[in-house]
């Protein structure tokens, strides 16, 4: 029987809510992402996971805790399932970096933002590390943020990286699950909700 992998984005924080790059700033969840969390955890729990990674910033902390509470077990923490590092661009709304990006004519990675393949490449590592802690038929949930979640999922689904910008991110305190399929990952659900 296959394995299940659960990608688990951390509830709001005050700076998702006025549209902020958090990126590395360790940003508390606020009173919307508390709730969200409580309600994912309810939810997640009856899949029974028998791991949960957590990013190391204390939003997606606060959301495995929450999780953990329900359903046992300590959320283990890796720093590789953090969300991308920013730059000089942390902080700042997204209309304030097209302006920038738009008047500088830089490219992201300019600002000293982490690029695609290499958050793809260390959220995916990250996953299949805590996989390898699941018996057949198991799940683990990996906690972490929303372009980490959106290029590991790429990178684990072995799309190219051309189609990556077409994949949304889940929403805060939303998850998607990859299903394994023989030795490959398929997208079962994606941005779920708690009701």
């Not at 029987?1 to 360790?26: C, P, Y």
């Not at 359903?71 to 953090?82: E, F, Q, Y």
């Not at 072995?158 to 399929?181: F, K, M, Q, T, Y």
Request: include cysteine.
């Amino acid at each position: 029987m296959d394995r299940m992998l659960v990608l688990w984005r951390h509830g709001q924080t005050a700076w998702n809510a006025e549209g902020r790059f958090l990126g590395h700033s360790d940003v508390p969840l606020d009173d919307v992402g508390e709730a969200q969390v409580e309600r994912a955890a309810r939810a997640l729990a009856e899949l029974r996971p028998e791991v949960v990674v957590t990013s190391d910033l204390g939003r997606a902390v606060a959301s495995a805790s929450a999780l953990c509470r329900v359903s046992g077990g300590v959320p283990r923490l890796d720093k590789d399932l953090r969300e991308r590092y920013g730059g000089r661009l942390e902080g700042l709304r997204g209309e304030e970096i097209d302006g920038l990006l738009a008047s500088e004519g830089k490219d992201l990675e300019d600002f000293g933002v982490e690029p695609d393949a290499d958050l793809a490449e260390r959220v995916a590592a990250s996953a299949e590390r805590a996989l390898e802690e699941v018996r057949d038929g198991g799940t683990a949930v990996v906690v972490s943020h929303g372009a980490a979640i959106r290029l590991g999922m790429a990178r684990l689904l072995c799309l190219p990286p051309a189609s990556w910008p077409r994949i949304a991110s889940p929403g805060n305190g939303n998850w998607s699950v990859l299903a394994e399929d023989g030795s490959a990952w398929r997208l079962a659900r994606h941005d779920v909700g708690a009701p």
